[in-house]
């Protein structure tokens, strides 16, 4: 059995890593701000909150943003639109045919 002591320790380990991760997610999130070409930071919140994008994700969006010469962030930005986009055209075709 592990005294309270450990167990504080544990924790407070456990609590040092999680303010690393989100300090680490919060610089990336601002670099992209600053400079939207810095994949490292695009890799390490592409997917925070979870969005469940994996490696072969970032592989795919690497190969499109070389494939069209942008930067991988336009890439993204650019998919993101076309979601909303079709989202919004789908959500008032429905509403029109609904009444």
Same mark, same amino acid.
């Not at 336009?74 to 076309?82: A, I, N, P």
């Given at each position: 059995?592990?005294?309270?002591?450990?167990?504080?320790?544990?924790?407070?380990?456990?609590?040092?890593?999680?303010?690393?991760?989100?300090?680490?997610?919060?610089?990336?999130?601002?670099?992209?701000?600053?400079?939207?070409?810095?994949?490292?930071?695009?890799?390490?919140?592409?997917?925070?909150?979870?969005?469940?994008?994996?490696?072969?994700?970032?592989?795919?969006?690497?190969?499109?943003?070389?494939?069209?010469?942008?930067?991988?962030?336009? !890439? &993204? #930005? +650019?998919? $993101? *639109? =076309?979601?909303? /986009? %079709? !989202? &919004? #055209? +789908?959500? $008032? *075709? =429905?509403?029109? /045919? %609904?009444?």
């Amino acid at each position: 059995m592990m005294t309270s002591a450990a167990v504080a320790n544990k924790l407070v380990c456990v609590c040092l890593r999680v303010q690393s991760y989100v300090e680490q997610v919060m610089l990336g999130y601002l670099r992209l701000l600053v400079n939207s070409r810095d994949e490292l930071s695009l890799a390490r919140i592409i997917n925070v909150p979870h969005r469940g994008l994996d490696h072969t994700a970032f592989t795919d969006v690497k190969h499109e943003a070389k494939r069209r010469g942008l930067s991988m962030y336009q !890439v &993204v #930005v +650019v998919f $993101v *639109v =076309v979601v909303v /986009v %079709v !989202v &919004v #055209v +789908v959500v $008032v *075709v =429905v509403a029109a /045919v %609904v009444n």
